[in-house]
């Protein structure tokens, strides 16, 4: 899928993939963005499953975009969710890309500040905002300039 989006939604449209857990693409389909409300199973897997299938053809120099809001004032880190964030940490390891969270102000998502960058890899460059407009505009800031 070289010089492709991969997403092939239409712009904005969401969808569920699980009950708390929704995917829209942003951009013309070159960001990613994942809603997660809810940290249960079914829902971290649809998350995760979505991602690596919607990242699975990119060629390693085809950077992604993925917007993960976890804002939801409700949403926590289990170990179930740190698991398979691990995982996709460890997924496709020489692929770059660029990943933006948004978190709720909340004691608890100060420890998640910590974790996340803590899936470090040379490719991926990982930041974590308290706001939805910031993490999306650093998303588009990063995206290829076109013209």
């Known amino acids: 899928m070289v010089n492709q ?4 939604n239409v712009e904005g449209v969401a969808e569920t993939l699980a009950p ?14 994942f809603t ?5 199973r079914a829902a971290v897997d649809a998350w995760a499953d979505k991602i690596k299938a919607l990242t699975k053809d990119l060629e390693p120099q085809q950077p992604f ?6 804002s939801d004032n409700n949403f926590s880190l289990t170990p179930y969710l740190r698991e398979r964030i691990k995982e996709l940490g460890s997924w496709k390891p020489d ?13 608890v998502n100060q420890l998640m500040a910590f974790f996340i960058p803590s899936i470090k890899r040379k490719n991926i460059e990982n ?7 910031q993490a999306l505009d ?8 076109s013209g």
């Open 36 to 40: 997660l409300r809810s940290a249960t």
């Open 65 to 70: 975009y993925i917007f993960n809001d976890f």
């Open 138 to 145: 650093w998303l588009k800031e990063n995206l290829p300039k």
């Open 95 to 107: 692929q770059i890309g660029y990943i933006a969270v948004a978190l709720p102000r909340t004691f």
């Open 5 to 8: 989006s991969p997403a092939e």
């Open 20 to 33: 708390g857990a929704t995917f829209y693409p942003l951009e013309n389909g070159k960001i990613l963005a």
């Open 127 to 133: 930041r974590m905002f308290m706001n939805r407009t």
